[in-house]
């Protein structure tokens, strides 16, 4: 069964230092990756995506993400996070074909505080 | 480019009521797919629409039901509401073919629905 997994339900980081959100998933077939953002009463918006090639990824805002297939990770990273970045964070993956082509599994989210 | 709409903003109903919810997607894009966000919890999906029919569906009741417009737009209907069904309901909609990005959802801000 496809399942995404983001252990930590709240992070706390300080301005400027280095932040690194953990995802780990379940899916049968090669996956398609993504990580959104969702700032309060806002929809998500795409951080960045992996479906092949290179497995680490640049994003926007400074995000990247590398995936890892022997440990079903992909985890997103940023090396000095900016007070902007509070939000919550989510994990999802998808097919790349088939049947269930364009739906999306997502973790329960990361809610990211960052201090002064 | 407007991106993702959706109407209304946030709605109030009362148990046993029927509510429709409207999603216009960016525009080029062909397929909609409908979320529920409950609180402190990942989008779930609920159903997809193309070429005005439900092409895959998620695990949620029938009281759940959309509608895909000529013009791509969509309705999601739910009946007999549930106190359970307060959530944020989120639009996502994707290009078609070719090139991956039709795998990529490019979500609304989503209609927050509290049932009483």
């Known amino acids: 069964a496809q399942s995404v997994t983001q252990p930590d339900i709240h992070i706390t980081v300080s301005e400027g230092a280095s932040l690194e959100l953990r995802c780990n998933y379940s899916?049968?077939?090669?996956?398609?990756l993504f990580w959104y953002v969702q700032s309060p009463g806002q929809g998500l918006q795409l951080l960045l995506k992996y479906f092949s090639g290179d497995t680490l990824v640049q994003g926007i805002k400074g995000f990247e993400a590398e995936f890892k297939r022997s440990q079903s990770s992909f985890n997103l990273r940023k090396p000095s996070v900016h007070w902007s970045d509070a939000a919550e964070y989510f994990c999802a993956v998808g097919a790349l074909g088939g049947s269930t082509l364009g739906r999306l599994y997502f973790g329960r989210g990361t809610q990211l505080t960052v201090w002064p | 480019d407007a991106g993702v709409t959706q109407s209304p903003t946030h709605l109030i109903k009362t148990r046993g009521q029927q509510v429709t919810l409207r999603c216009s997607p960016k525009?080029?894009?062909?397929?909609v797919s409908w979320y529920q966000q409950a609180l402190g919890q990942g989008p779930q999906f609920i159903f997809q629409?193309?070429?005005?029919?439900?092409?895959q569906r998620g695990n949620f009741p029938d009281r759940f039901s959309g509608h895909q417009f000529p013009n791509y737009s969509s309705e999601l209907n739910v009946n007999a509401l549930l106190l359970g069904d307060s959530a944020l309901y989120l639009c996502?909609?994707?290009?078609?073919?070719?090139?991956?990005?039709?795998?990529?959802?490019?979500f609304g801000p989503g209609t927050r629905l509290t049932v009483l």
């Open positions: 899916y049968g077939a090669t996956p398609y």
């Open positions: 629409y193309y070429e005005e029919e439900e092409r």
């Open positions: 525009s080029g894009h062909d397929t």
């Open positions: 996502a909609s994707s290009p078609p073919p070719p090139g991956l990005d039709y795998n990529e959802q490019f």
